[in-house]
Nanobody, 118 residues
Framework: QVQLVESGGGLVQAGGSLRLSCAAS????????TGWFRQAPGKEREFVAAIMWSGTGKSYADSVKGRFTITSDNAKNTVYLQMNSLKPEDTAVYYC???????????WGQGTQVTVSS
């Protein structure tokens, strides 16, 4: 079964950038989606972005369109989330997830903290 390990979180000032990585171990399918969700304190977990392992099928939440970019590297079995123009409201624990659908995903990573200071 697939296991996901996130990395790349941290503390950044508003307007800055971070890149999150999600490394998958185990068997993946080009037809499956892998993506990112986030959960801020006191709020429900929300969808951020997703991509198929084939590199197609990208989708984004309206709140991150134009600022975040999701990409995949099949050779490394890794999905990236490039986050630019970060805002304090982007502060959350970011979770990588994968499955035939993102509603809901089948597997979750352990999460990585992203904190954006104003």
């Amino acid at each position: 079964q697939v296991q996901l390990v996130e990395s790349g979180g941290g503390l950044v000032q508003a307007g800055g950038s971070l890149r999150l990585s999600c490394a998958a171990s185990g068997r993946t399918s080009s037809a499956d989606y892998t993506g990112w969700f986030r959960q801020a304190p006191g709020k429900e977990r929300e969808f951020v972005a997703a991509i198929m392992w084939s590199g197609t099928g990208k989708s984004y939440a309206d709140s991150v369109k134009g600022r975040f970019t999701i990409t995949s590297d099949n050779a490394k079995n890794t999905v990236y989330l490039q986050m630019n123009s970060l805002k304090p409201e982007d502060t959350a624990v970011y979770y990588c997830a994968t499955g035939p659908t993102m509603n809901p995903p089948k597997r979750w990573g352990q999460g990585t903290q992203v904190t954006v200071s104003s």
